[in-house]
T-cell receptor, first 111, second 116 residues
Framework: AQSVSQHNHHVILSEAASLELGCNYS??????LFWYVQYPGQHLQLLLK??????LVKGIKGFEAEFIKSKFSFNLRKPSVQWSDTAEYFC?????????FGAGTRLTVKP | EAEVAQSPRYKITEKSQAVAFWCDPI?????LYWYRQILGQGPELLVQ????????DSQLPKDRFSAERLKGVDSTLKIQPAELGDSAMYLC??????????????FGAGSRLTVL
């Protein structure tokens, strides 16, 4: 069955630390991949997406993600986090109209 | 910026009662989704519409849940009777149109249901 897995449930970092959140998918064939963010009290918002082409995609607020087909991964990165990045992050994959979300990773950034 | 509208934002009900949630997608978005998000988990698809037709309702508990999008615009999700395990956030999303594209979902703020 198609699935998306996120290995980190809760990540705690200090400001200016580097971030990498893991995401793996189990789709065969063509897959579109996404990272969504949910800030406290707000709705899910798109951070970035990968459809095809350059496997390194840049999103809003300094986030980027790299699609590594051989590893079935789409990890999210940010070189230097800020307190305002405290949120829940969801990886998602779309294949044949079937959109699946990972369980989410809660990021807490300490000032 | 166009938004997906949902109401109510919060609903508290007793088990065995009926509840209904409403969603108005972004204008021009042909695809509408209802997701359920249990605390600490990712969103799970309940039903997907393409215009007024159901594309996928394989995860919808059809004995108690129903969804409709009669005119292909706004949609209603109903639960009857509600059970304790239905307590969750119910999210509506839409996709399509020229700006965001067919495969990018825009989410509403959600309707939080608490069943007592």
């Amino acid at each position: 069955a198609q699935s998306v897995s996120q290995h980190n449930h809760h990540v705690i970092l200090s400001e200016a630390a580097s971030l990498e959140l893991g995401c793996n998918y189990s789709y065969g064939g063509t897959v579109n991949l996404f990272w969504y963010v949910q800030y406290p009290g707000q709705h899910l918002q798109l951070l970035l997406k990968y459809f095809s082409g350059d496997p390194l995609v840049k999103g809003i607020k300094g986030f980027e993600a790299e699609f590594i087909k051989s590893k079935f991964s789409f990890n999210l990165r940010k070189p230097s986090v800020q307190w305002s990045d405290t949120a829940e992050y969801f990886c998602a994959g779309l294949n044949n109209n079937d959109m699946r979300f990972g369980a989410g990773t809660r990021l807490t950034v300490k000032p | 910026e166009a938004e997906v509208a949902q109401s109510p934002r919060y609903k508290i009900t007793e088990k065995s009662q009926a509840v209904a949630f409403w969603c108005d997608p972004i204008s021009g978005h042909a695809t509408l989704y209802w997701y359920r998000q249990i605390l600490g988990q990712g969103p799970e698809l309940l039903v997907q519409f393409q215009d007024e037709s159901v594309v996928d309702d394989s995860q919808l508990p059809k004995d108690r849940f129903s969804a409709e999008r009669l005119k292909g615009v706004d949609s209603t999700l109903k639960i009857q009777p509600a059970e304790l395990g239905d307590s969750a956030m119910y999210l509506c999303a839409s996709s399509g149109g020229q700006v965001t594209g067919a495969n990018v979902l825009t989410f509403g703020a959600g309707s939080r249901l608490t069943v007592l």
